[in-house]
């Protein structure tokens, strides 16, 4: 068995297999055995050095997530207004998918289908992520910087569309592609997209003093 690093090298194509796999195929389709084979490993050195298939999900979507909860967790004390700490936190999601293009796949696929299926210490990141934004929230709800809202559903909009516009750039480049679209458009770069995002759940579509 490799060691050192060596050791670490085999982890992180194991856990880079298992992230491709979880979100191509679902935590229930994805085998051990296939995780095995693309990460270029036997099964026995797979179970040997992560563990079982929960724990190799676990492993996999936990290494993706920490990078963002670091970021989060430093957002949070800046001393900046909390919309623009919103607009951070939702930079901080954009370059976390820009890097990891699998991670919102593997995200959309399992609130779909098998949010059952999520381990205990992935909810609970997941869980300190949404109060990261509903910390946030409040306090800009406290100080009459936001207006009162549902912070969960903040959340969704932060996370969940940027998630969502990630899947979907292969959608509208494909209509693109077949002449269907009006006005030809090329989708925007993920981080681009986040801050569009951020402008529309800040303040809306509609220009401000605007006469209908």
Same mark, same amino acid.
């Given at each position: 068995?490799?060691?050192?690093?060596?050791?670490?090298?085999?982890?992180?194509?194991?856990?880079? =297999?298992?992230?491709?796999?979880?979100?191509? @195929?679902?935590?229930?389709? +994805?085998?051990? %055995?296939?995780? #095995? $084979?693309? /990460?270029?490993?036997?099964?026995?050195?797979?179970?040997?050095?992560?563990?079982?298939?929960?724990?190799?999900?676990?492993?996999?979507?936990?290494?993706?997530?920490?990078?963002?909860?670091?970021?989060?967790?430093?957002?949070?004390?800046?001393?900046?207004?909390?919309?623009?700490?919103?607009?951070?936190?939702?930079?901080?999601?954009?370059?976390?998918?820009?890097?990891?293009?699998?991670?919102?796949?593997?995200?959309?696929?399992?609130? =779909?289908?098998?949010?059952?299926?999520?381990? @205990?210490?992935?909810?609970? +990141?997941?869980? %300190?992520?949404? #109060? $990261?934004? /509903?910390?946030?929230?409040?306090?800009?709800?406290?100080?009459?910087?936001?207006?009162?809202?549902?912070?969960?559903?903040?959340?969704?909009?932060?996370?969940?569309?940027?998630?969502?516009?990630?899947?979907?750039?292969?959608?509208?480049?494909?209509?693109?592609?077949?002449?269907?679209?009006?006005?030809?458009?090329?989708?925007?770069?993920?981080?681009?997209?986040?801050?569009?995002?951020?402008?529309?759940?800040?303040?809306?579509?509609?220009?401000?003093?605007?006469?209908?």
């Amino acid at each position: 068995m490799p060691r050192g690093a060596g050791r670490h090298e085999v982890i992180q194509r194991i856990l880079k =297999a298992a992230l491709e796999l979880f979100a191509e @195929k679902g935590f229930t389709a +994805a085998t051990t %055995e296939e995780i #095995a $084979a693309r /990460a270029g490993v036997n099964k026995a050195m797979l179970y040997y050095y992560v563990g079982s298939k929960e724990e190799l999900f676990t492993a996999a979507v936990l290494r993706q997530l920490a990078p963002a909860r670091e970021t989060v967790a430093g957002v949070l004390h800046m001393p900046v207004p909390p919309q623009e700490k919103l607009r951070l936190l939702q930079g901080a999601f954009a370059r976390l998918m820009a890097k990891s293009p699998h991670l919102p796949r593997l995200m959309l696929r399992m609130l =779909a289908t098998e949010v059952e299926r999520i381990p @205990k210490p992935v909810l609970e +990141a997941m869980a %300190e992520v949404f #109060a $990261a934004t /509903a910390q946030t929230v409040q306090e800009g709800v406290k100080a009459g910087a936001l207006r009162p809202t549902n912070s969960f559903v903040a959340h969704l909009l932060l996370v969940g569309s940027l998630a969502l516009a990630c899947e979907a750039s292969k959608l509208v480049q494909r209509v693109a592609a077949c002449g269907l679209l009006p006005v030809p458009e090329a989708f925007p770069p993920v981080e681009t997209a986040a801050e569009a995002i951020s402008e529309i759940l800040l303040y809306g579509l509609v220009n401000e003093g605007r006469t209908p």
